[in-house]
């Protein structure tokens, strides 16, 4: 997950002004070699913005020190060693090499760890010291240029950026799947799921925003509109708790890794709708994601990617005939990761009453400007008002 400081507290990508071409590719599963394989697409500006803000020690340091992200990687490449011992593995955007080391230790026989960063010399070090030399084969290059000669039984890869789509990284990850997965291979994590859930944060409102009205004595609302601008106009990255959130979260979309698109990406809408569980002022939606590693024995339907169809069947329940597969979760009430979660908050609150619906649509597209950028739209309307907020996460 990259990140770096922003002026008003959240972590965003610094990169230049430029456009990225997209990727295209036809619609087959599981292709088996590299026949019809789109060209690579050429690496701009912006992407080796991205790959230098990953050659920083302090965000590899994050993801490792971030126990829930780097132990259920560890847990699941574990419980997938059956599929994982004697066979060949392609780490896409190892980083220091520490998914890769876990899957050689699941016995795996050779292990591609790739890299476009130059983090990628210091995992070709730490295998070194680690005697893993003849088994990790570190490559420094993107995904999309690389040359490894062999088809690979595994993929692991961790993409997930903020808002599950921000950084963009999982196009990377389709993209090796399509030329080097053999049919059949295991894609780890191999399902991920976008929630949305209407939130009440009157103590992130007060210290934000009411603060400037009595500041030491001093009237100080001249700076009110100043001060939602600054603190609302763009998404939030911060932890809340399951108190902040009104009612139970609605899927936003599911991506199941073996199928999914890399144009299916390129824009995603849904429509939401929440009766509040409660009276309260409502300040805006929190975002946050989980990540299951199941096997592809377990796709269960064409449905690649879902946006949210209808609305009371989208709350989310727990299917009780789902396999047992490890979940990664970045939810409120769930141990805290470093993805925290995204917030959108209104400039002003409304205030809804217990039973109160609220509803409306999301979108979140690539940006044209810059495709690691997300574009958000998020209308809504209750109690006989419609709003629509437009922000970009970049
Ligand atoms: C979120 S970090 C994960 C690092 C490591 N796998 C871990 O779990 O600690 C993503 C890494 O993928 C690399 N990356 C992203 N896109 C890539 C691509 N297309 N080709 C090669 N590396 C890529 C980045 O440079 C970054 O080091």
């Known amino acids: 997950m990259l ?3 922003s002026s008003n507290g959240y972590h965003r990508l610094e990169q230049q002004r430029e456009g990225r071409p997209r990727k295209r590719r036809g619609g087959s599963r599981f292709r088996a070699s590299h026949f019809g394989q789109p060209p690579a697409p050429p690496c701009t500006e912006y992407d080796k913005a991205y790959f230098q803000a990953y050659s920083h020690i302090g965000i590899h340091e994050e993801m490792i020190k971030d126990h829930v992200r780097t132990s259920t990687y560890k847990a699941a490449i574990m419980q997938y060693q059956d599929s994982i011992a004697g066979k060949v ?6 980083g220091t090499g520490i998914l890769a080391i876990f899957c050689a230790l699941a016995g795996a ?8 960063s130059d983090i990628a010399f210091q995992a070709i070090e730490i295998v070194k010291s680690n005697k893993l030399s003849d088994k990790v084969i570190v490559l420094h290059g993107r995904v999309e240029d690389v040359e490894v ?3 690979v039984d595994v993929i692991v890869s961790e993409w ?4 599950l789509l921000y950084e963009s990284m999982l196009p990377s990850v389709i993209f090796a799947r399509d030329k080097w997965l053999k049919p059949g291979g295991l894609i780890l994590p191999s399902h991920a799921t976008l929630y949305m859930a209407p939130v009440t944060h009157s103590e992130r409102y007060r210290q934000s925003i009411e603060f400037w009205r009595d500041v030491y ?3 100080m609302s001249a700076m009110l509109p100043l001060a939602k601008q600054c603190a609302f106009e763009e998404p ?3 932890t809340i708790t399951g108190e902040n959130v009104l009612t139970w979260p609605s899927v936003v979309m599911n991506v199941d890794c073996y199928t999914v698109l890399v144009e299916e990406l390129a824009s995603v809408s849904a429509k939401y709708k929440f009766t509040s569980m409660m009276q309260a002022p409502l300040h805006g939606f929190a975002f946050w994601f989980d990540v299951e590693f199941d096997g592809p024995q377990n796709i269960h339907s064409n449905e690649h990617l879902q946006p949210l169809r209808s609305f009371s069947s989208d709350i989310v329940l727990h299917d009780p005939n789902k396999s047992k597969a490890i979940v990664l979760s970045t939810a409120p009430e769930d141990d805290p990761t470093h993805w925290q979660q995204t917030l959108i908050y209104f400039y002003d609150p409304i205030e809804v009453k217990q039973d109160q619906v609220v509803e409306g649509c999301i979108t979140l597209s690539q940006s044209k400007e810059n495709a690691r950028f997300l574009n958000i739209r998020l209308q809504y309307s209750s109690g006989g008002r419609s709003f629509v907020k437009e922000t970009v996460m970049r």
């Open 3 to 5: 990140h770096g400081s």
């Open 89 to 94: 593995v392609m780490d896409v955007g190892c």
């Open 109 to 116: 026989k050779r292990v591609y760890a790739i890299d476009a």
């Open 149 to 151: 000669g062999e088809m």
């Open 160 to 163: 997930m950026g903020y808002l």
């Open 217 to 219: 004595g001093i009237d």
């Open 236 to 238: 939030c990255v911060e």
